[in-house]
């Protein structure tokens, strides 16, 4: 006859796997986050060689940040995303026949616009008194964003460095009722850098606009702009562990340490036309940066 386990070992064999599993969870969360921030860069390299063939199509031209009537709702602008989609066809929706945005029902999951390490992708956003889930299209998630930093060592587009036409991309507007189509915008070849390979062409965003500025990092999460108001968390979104995804200009993604990529002024700003410790320049940016969380 076989003896039946004492009370002792039973609670000896459920302590030992309370133990066991006290020390795997953490592995398995690790390894679960570190196949998040993998698939995240696999997106980044996805969305860029379709801003790459797009600009292989259109005489070595970059996509524009946006083209817009200012005269109509955000929902009809038209986005770089917009532009893209068709060289992907992975995520994101074409604007809708008759204007108006999409539900969330509708969206879908975003494919690879959407990021695996943000949980923020279909925040909401309120402009001119109409709601959109994403970002401002409300067609896309709003994960990522084009550097529009980009260009400025160059001296490329506005002097004031903190314009949104100083950068190397364009963006289009017009109103109703006027004939003209304003561009602005450092002109959009990529060959206009000096460092292609150096330079961050995207990274990720917790605001639902379609460009983004590497002070940023240095502004807390407000409910507008992020959809949440955490002060701990930063408009430019990191991949955790204090990591940020990047795509560059010649196609190449990677993860870097946050504080690393204003060291080596991946976007492009800090090496001519920011070189102070006055704002915007790095020194300042990065110590906010390092009271968030986030960061530290």
Same mark, same amino acid.
């Given at each position: 006859?076989?003896?039946?386990?004492?009370?002792?070992?039973?609670?000896?064999?459920?302590a030992?796997?309370?133990?066991?599993?006290?020390?795997l969870?953490?592995?398995?969360?690790?390894?679960?986050?570190?196949?998040k921030?993998?698939?995240?860069i696999?997106?980044?390299?996805?969305?860029?060689?379709?801003?790459?063939?797009?600009?292989?199509?259109?005489?070595?031209?970059l996509?524009?940040?946006?083209?817009?009537?200012?005269?109509?709702?955000?929902?009809?602008?038209?986005?770089?995303?917009d532009?893209?989609?068709?060289?992907?066809?992975n995520?994101?929706?074409?604007?809708?026949?008759?204007?108006?945005?999409?539900?969330?029902?509708?969206q879908?999951?975003?494919?690879?616009?959407?990021?695996?390490?943000?949980?923020?992708?279909?925040?909401?956003? &309120?402009?001119?008194?109409?709601?959109? *889930?994403?970002d401002?299209?409300s067609?896309?998630? +709003?994960?990522? #964003?084009l550097? /529009? =930093?980009?260009?400025?060592?160059?001296?490329l587009?506005?002097?004031?460095?903190?314009?949104?036409?100083?950068?190397?991309?364009?963006?289009?507007?017009?109103w109703?009722?006027?004939?003209?189509?304003y561009?602005?915008?450092?002109?959009?070849?990529?060959?206009s850098?000096?460092?292609?390979?150096? &330079?961050?062409?995207?990274?990720?965003? *917790?605001t639902?606009?379609?460009?983004?500025?590497s +002070?940023?990092? #240095?502004?807390? /999460? =407000?409910?507008?702009?992020c959809?949440?108001s955490?002060n701990?968390?930063?408009?430019?979104?990191?991949?955790?562990?204090?990591?940020?995804?990047?795509?560059?200009?010649?196609?190449?993604?990677?993860?870097?340490n946050?504080?690393k990529?204003?060291?080596?002024?991946?976007?492009?700003?800090?090496?001519?036309r920011?070189t102070?410790?006055?704002?915007?320049?790095?020194?300042?940016?990065?110590?906010?940066?390092?009271q968030?969380?986030?960061?530290?």
């Amino acid at each position: 006859m076989k003896k039946a386990f004492t009370l002792i070992e039973l609670l000896v064999v459920i302590a030992i796997i309370a133990i066991l599993a006290a020390i795997l969870f953490p592995v398995f969360a690790q390894a679960k986050a570190a196949a998040k921030r993998t698939s995240e860069i696999s997106n980044l390299k996805n969305i860029s060689l379709g801003v790459i063939m797009y600009s292989g199509d259109y005489d070595d031209i970059l996509v524009p940040v946006y083209q817009a009537n200012w005269s109509n709702p955000r929902y009809d602008i038209v986005l770089w995303k917009d532009a893209v989609l068709p060289y992907i066809k992975n995520g994101g929706k074409q604007k809708k026949a008759g204007g108006g945005v999409y539900t969330a029902a509708e969206q879908g999951d975003g494919g690879i616009f959407a990021a695996p390490t943000y949980d923020g992708n279909w925040a909401s956003y &309120t402009d001119g008194g109409q709601t959109y *889930r994403g970002d401002t299209s409300s067609r896309f998630p +709003r994960a990522y #964003a084009l550097n /529009c =930093d980009a260009g400025k060592n160059e001296n490329l587009g506005d002097a004031d460095v903190e314009s949104e036409d100083a950068t190397l991309w364009t963006r289009a507007y017009t109103w109703t009722g006027d004939p003209n189509v304003y561009v602005r915008g450092g002109g959009g070849m990529v060959n206009s850098l000096e460092n292609i390979a150096g &330079t961050a062409m995207m990274y990720g965003t *917790r605001t639902p606009y379609p460009n983004i500025y590497s +002070r940023y990092f #240095a502004y807390g /999460c =407000d409910a507008n702009w992020c959809g949440v108001s955490n002060n701990q968390v930063s408009y430019a979104r990191g991949m955790g562990t204090k990591q940020v995804g990047l795509a560059f200009f010649d196609g190449h993604v990677k993860a870097m340490n946050g504080f690393k990529t204003f060291a080596d002024d991946v976007y492009g700003m800090y090496k001519v036309r920011v070189t102070g410790s006055d704002w915007p320049g790095a020194p300042a940016v990065t110590y906010w940066m390092s009271q968030m969380g986030e960061w530290k």
